[in-house]
């Protein structure tokens, strides 16, 4: 069984930073990519970054400038720092891994910006 258990999330003013982070565990031989996708009531789940075993990292435009994904291959996490938060980074953050070739998501924790 694999489990992606997401942490960091919380309410910050517009501008502020969050760090979110996202510990994979369970019976895990190999992960490959690991990710970011976030979702509003208004909005689908869409990709907001994205990072390779091999450290390549892609991102929305939205967030290109902002954001960092970053993971830990020895702790089997990922990591994402949000700097220059905007009210409309508000969102439910879910984790995505693709682990034994398979893809397993996060519960989701919320984002809150304020303005």
């Known amino acids: 069984q694999v489990q992606l258990t997401e942490s960091g999330g919380g309410l910050v003013q517009a501008g502020g930073s969050l760090t979110l982070s996202c510990a994979a565990s369970?019976?895990?031989?190999?992960?490959?990519?690991m990710g970011w996708f976030r979702q509003t009531p208004e909005k689908q789940r869409g990709l907001v970054a994205i990072?390779?075993?091999?450290?390549?990292?892609n991102y929305a435009d939205s967030v290109k400038g902002r954001f960092t994904i970053s993971r830990d291959n020895a702790k089997n996490t990922v990591y994402l720092q949000m700097n220059s938060l905007k009210p409309e980074d508000t969102a439910v953050y879910y984790c995505?891994?693709?682990?034994?070739?398979?893809?397993?998501w996060g519960q989701g924790t919320q984002v809150t910006v304020s303005s």
């Open positions: 990072i390779t075993s091999a450290g390549s990292a």
């Open positions: 995505r891994a693709n682990i034994n070739a398979s893809y397993y």
């Open positions: 369970g019976s895990i031989f190999s992960i490959n990519s």
